[in-house]
C-alpha cells in the first residue's frame, strides 16, 4: 500500500504524460482534446483520465472513439515514461465539469434576475398595519422617563 502523497505525484505524472501522449496521436478523429485531471487507485494499477474536448457533440464523440482506439498506445507511452514496475491501466472519462459549471451560472443569473424584480416590487410596498404594530401603554411611557431615577 502507497500513501497518499506518492498516490498524487504518481496521477500528477500520469496525467502530463497522457497529456502529451495525445498531442502526439496522429488520428484524425482526435480534436482539442485536453486532459484535465487524473485519478489512480492506492495499488496504482487503474488510472482514470478526465478530458474535455473543444467542439461539437460529434466532435467530442470522435474524440472519445480516438482515445478509445489508441489506449494501448498511450498505455505504453505513458508506461515507458513513468518507469515504475506496473503500467496503470488508463481508463479515460469525459469530463462533465465545464458544462456543469456554466448550468450553474446561468441558474445563478436567473435567480439574481428574480431576486432583482423582487426587490423592485418592495420598493413601493407598505405595511399592512401601523409602522410599529406593539402596543404601548400610557402609563409605561411615564415610568421611563430617566430624570425621575
Keep these: 500500500m502507497t500513501d497518499d502523497a506518492k498516490v498524487a505525484k ?5 496525467k ?13 478523429r482526435a ?9 489512480i487507485t492506492h495499488d496504482l494499477r487503474e488510472a482514470t483520465i478526465f478530458y474535455t474536448v473543444l467542439g461539437s457533440d460529434q466532435e467530442v464523440k470522435d474524440s472519445a472513439a480516438a482515445l478509445k482506439s489508441a489506449t494501448g ?5 505513458v508506461g ?19 458544462e456543469q459549471a456554466d448550468r ?4 445563478l443569473a ?20 401601523e409602522a410599529d404594530p406593539y402596543r404601548k401603554d400610557e402609563d409605561d411611557e411615564e415610568d ?6
Design 10 to 14: 504518481v496521477a500528477e505524472r500520469v
Design 16 to 28: 502530463e504524460l497522457t497529456a502529451s501522449a495525445i498531442r502526439k496521436l496522429k488520428d484524425p
Design 31 to 39: 480534436g482539442m482534446i485536453t486532459v484535465t485531471d487524473a485519478r
Design 73 to 77: 498506445h498511450l498505455r505504453t507511452q
Design 80 to 98: 515507458r515514461a513513468l518507469g515504475m514496475r506496473h503500467t496503470p491501466s488508463l481508463t479515460f472519462q469525459a469530463d462533465t465539469v465545464p
Design 104 to 107: 450553474i451560472e446561468k441558474l
Design 110 to 129: 436567473e435567480a439574481a434576475e428574480r431576486d432583482a424584480q423582487v426587490h423592485d416590487l418592495a420598493a413601493d410596498a407598505t405595511y399592512a398595519g
Design 144 to 149: 421611563e422617563d430617566p430624570t425621575q431615577r
